[in-house]
């Protein structure tokens, strides 16, 4: 089994910037994408940005030009460089990590509040 464990989310003000961070312990060879999904009050939860072992990323079309992801395979960790922050932007943010083929896991949430 996986753990993953966010960090990073709290209250910013539109405009600003938010780095958040996810690190995979336990069992965690054979790991593959690492990704960011959020999920604000009422809707779906949705993908924010992808990273394979490759390097090769994916993004929500609300966020492209302003959240960047990026992955350590050492460290085991995925990160989300989020800037220029929209008062939609507001939601939980989950971490999600894939293993082999099909496994996945996910990480409890943190909170990201963008408001004045």
């Known amino acids: 089994q996986v753990r993953l464990v966010e960090s990073g989310g709290g209250l910013v003000q539109p405009g600003g910037s938010v780095r958040l961070s996810c690190v995979a312990s336990g069992n965690i060879f054979s790991i593959t994408h690492m990704a960011w999904y959020r999920q604000a009050p009422g809707k779906e939860r949705e993908l924010v940005a992808r990273?394979?072992?490759?390097?090769?990323?994916n993004y929500a079309d609300s966020v492209k030009g302003r959240f960047t992801i990026s992955r350590d395979n050492a460290k085991n960790t995925v990160s989300l460089q989020m800037n220029s922050l929209k008062p939609e932007d507001t939601a939980v943010y989950y971490c999600?990590?894939?293993?082999?083929?099909?496994?996945?896991?996910w990480g409890q949430g943190t909170q990201v509040t963008v408001s004045s």
């Open positions: 990273i394979n072992s490759g390097g090769s990323t």
């Open positions: 999600n990590v894939g293993r082999f083929q099909s496994l996945q896991y």
